[in-house]
């Protein structure tokens, strides 16, 4: 009876830990909702009250440019979750120090390459209504300064239930900063500098 009970216990963990697990899109339901989330970007730039651009630059926007949606840069990863760490200011460009803790380390594989990405929290922002779960994930690679912005780019992320969750560098985007010197904008640590071209998400302007 006892056998019975205990393998009826294993099954229900295995089943609950695979409800935790977030569904892989398949590459079309992927290419539309990376195509819509670009269109979500460039009306976002298009309205006067979100867009970054200063005002000169509004009117001739035409949009952002992106590379090609590409399912290969959405991949799986494994959320290592950090209950230790404390608080730290995180260098930005320019003197403001805003204060952050690292959540966890996220570890994948991107191009045949295991890999390993820290996302973080903001204390400030995670007092914020919907912002309570809020993950940034500041990276460089091998694009920037030719094919991206040169100052790295950013991913958001939500905490998953479980420990695992997806990385869609086709949602990669640039800091404010890239559009105006009138921000602050986080500067990516170096343990998040990918050794990798993520050839995904926007371009550079220039």
């Not at 339901?29 to 309205?47: C, P």
């Not at 010197?181 to 500067?187: D, I």
Request: with cysteine; hydrophobic share 40%.
């Amino acid at each position: 009876m006892n056998k019975y009970f205990l393998l009826a216990c294993l099954l229900l963990l295995v089943t609950m830990a695979q409800a935790q697990e977030p569904a892989r899109l398949t590459a079309a339901a992927h290419h539309q909702s990376i195509l819509s989330y670009q269109q979500q970007l460039n009306a976002e730039f298009r309205d006067p009250a979100q867009s970054p651009l200063p005002a000169a630059a509004q009117p001739t926007f035409q949009g952002l440019p992106f590379f090609a949606p590409d399912f290969a840069y959405y991949t799986e990863a494994r959320l290592v979750r950090d209950s230790t760490a404390v608080p730290f200011a995180m260098k930005t460009s320019t003197a403001r120090q805003p204060l952050y803790r690292k959540f966890g380390d996220l570890y994948f594989t991107l191009q045949g390459q295991k890999l390993h990405l820290v996302a973080y929290e903001s204390l400030d922002l995670k007092q914020q209504a919907h912002y309570e779960d809020y993950l940034f994930v500041p990276f460089t690679d091998l694009t920037n300064g030719h094919e991206s912005y040169g100052g790295g780019r950013y991913l958001d992320l939500r905490v998953p239930k479980g420990n695992v969750l997806w990385l869609d560098f086709n949602r990669a985007y640039n800091p404010y900063c890239a559009y105006s010197s009138q921000y602050s904008c986080p500067v990516p640590p170096a343990e998040n500098r990918l050794p990798v071209a993520i050839r995904a998400g926007v371009k550079s302007d220039h």
